[in-house]
């Protein structure tokens, strides 16, 4: 089992529609972030929380809302999405978010496509 | 802003094969680390190795090693003996103060 799970897999949804995905870490991290992953394009760093406090918000669009309850979960709420928000969502965890040598360990990520 | 290189949208090898990556990266801190990242079709991006700037030694893990030439600001990743199941993207990325700068990938396929 990974130490980051994420679901759902797969999420089709349309353009009025409300949804959140959910990410949980089993590693003991303190960091999470939510990353976009678009074809042909760089990782784009949206959110980042560490310690359950959110540290970065990448100018990311407000129809993207996170949520962190607590160090282990993070959660995307999506709503009035366009079509050019389709991709591939990675939640990933780390050690700590201020350091630089802190690897990332990523989850499987969720297919979002919007119609 | 700072940028991450991978020049090379995709590679192919012969399987036992060696092939190496490039990737050049901009940064005006003196302290950080590079890091290559495997995605295999299962998504998940799975570190693979981790050089820190100020080691002047090449990391190297297994069948991997990187070749880091710190004035040149390049980390290329070497695959001696290639397997089938090293075929997958690779995505090359520098960790700052800023966090964590990813390239835009290499897909590497692996020839039986």
């Known amino acids: 089992e990974t130490g980051v799970t994420q679901t759902p897999r797969h999420l089709v949804m349309g353009m009025t529609n409300k949804k959140s995905l959910k990410c949980e870490q089993h590693l003991g991290h303190n960091a999470m972030y939510w990353y976009k992953q678009s074809a042909k394009k760089p990782l784009e760093l949206m959110f980042v929380y560490n310690f359950k406090e959110q540290t970065e918000n990448n100018s990311v669009p407000s129809r993207f809302s996170p949520e962190c309850p607590n160090s282990s979960h993070l959660f995307l709420h999506l709503h009035t999405l366009q079509p050019e928000d389709s991709a591939l969502y990675l939640c990933a965890s780390s050690q700590v978010a201020t350091t630089s040598n802190s690897p990332l360990h990523f989850g499987n990520g969720t297919r979002l496509t919007v119609t | 802003a700072q940028t991450v290189t991978q020049s090379q949208p995709e590679m192919s090898v012969q399987e036992a094969e060696t092939v190496t990556l490039s990737c050049t990266y901009d940064?005006?801190?003196?302290?950080?680390?590079l890091f290559w990242y495997k995605q295999p079709p299962s998504r998940q991006m799975i570190l693979v190795i981790r050089q820190e700037a100020y080691k002047q030694q090449n990391a190297t893990e297994n069948r991997f090693s990187v070749n880091f030439q710190k004035a040149a600001k390049s980390f290329s990743l070497k695959i001696s003996d290639s397997q089938l199941g090293d075929a997958a993207m690779y995505f090359c990325?520098?960790?700052?103060?800023?966090?964590?700068?990813f390239g835009k990938g290499t897909h590497l396929i692996i020839q039986p």
């Open positions: 990325a520098r960790g700052g103060a800023d966090g964590l700068t």
């Open positions: 940064t005006s801190e003196s302290d950080y680390y």
